[in-house]
């Protein structure tokens, strides 16, 4: 069975605004804008015959899409989606030091060391792992051929690497921003990308 995916990131929230990760552990609410971004996301794509919405476990990615779940649509959490932990370093102000070994964390992903975690944190193979067993569950979803999810920026990045069959090296390829949109197709056997990560429909907010 074919299927069209809507693949978003949630709203804005004070942590990202600051600059400060949140991962897993921090279960943060929308800020003002994160808010008006749901609300234009939704006000672009609320003609969009979706047969269900598929969200996180951490009440933002609920916020970002309420719109559609209160039209009603059906919705489902899996907390499969959530984002990655970020371990030690969830919700604490980066320093130099601390966006120092933030950074080198990254290049040690893009360098291949994805078995590497930071501190008292999952690493991106352990991310895959959970991607993997949301994509099978939606995909065996035999009545939903258009379906929104709504998840994280660091856990989107894998899902995509998973989705597409890139190594998870390459998982940076795929740039995000609060809100925006990758449309995939999924054709029963592979995935095709449509939309690459487009925030047309955020034009006139200040992002």
């Known amino acids: 069975m074919t299927k069209k995916i ?7 929230t004070d942590y990202n605004k600051i600059g ?4 897993s552990g921090i279960d943060s609410d929308l800020n003002a804008l994160g808010q ?3 609300e234009a996301f939704f006000s672009t794509y609320k003609h969009i015959p979706f047969k269900k919405v598929y969200i996180s476990a ?7 899409v309420v719109n559609f779940i209160e039209k009603p649509l059906a919705y489902e959490k899996l907390a499969d989606l959530n984002e ?3 371990g030690e370093r969830e919700g604490i102000p980066v320093d130099e030091e601390g ?3 933030y950074l080198n964390m990254i290049k ?11 501190d008292g944190g999952e690493n991106p193979e352990q991310v895959a ?3 993997h067993n949301a994509l099978e569950y939606i995909l065996s979803q035999s009545d939903e051929d258009t379906i929104l999810i709504c998840m994280h920026g660091r856990a989107m990045r894998v899902m995509l690497a998973v989705m597409l069959n890139y190594p998870l090296k390459c998982m940076d390829l795929f740039e995000h921003s609060n809100l925006c949109l990758y449309e995939l197709t999924y054709t029963g056997s592979m995935f095709i990308i449509d939309r690459y990560n487009d925030t047309s429909h955020l034009v006139g907010l200040d992002v």
């Open 6 to 12: 809507y693949l978003t990131r949630h709203g804005q």
């Open 20 to 23: 400060v990760v949140q991962g």
């Open 36 to 38: 008006a971004q749901g």
């Open 58 to 64: 951490l009440k933002r990615t609920y916020q970002s």
């Open 84 to 86: 990655i932990s970020w």
């Open 99 to 101: 966006d120092a070994y």
């Open 108 to 118: 040690s992903w893009q360098e291949g060391r994805t078995d590497v975690a930071i």
């Open 129 to 131: 792992v959970r991607m």
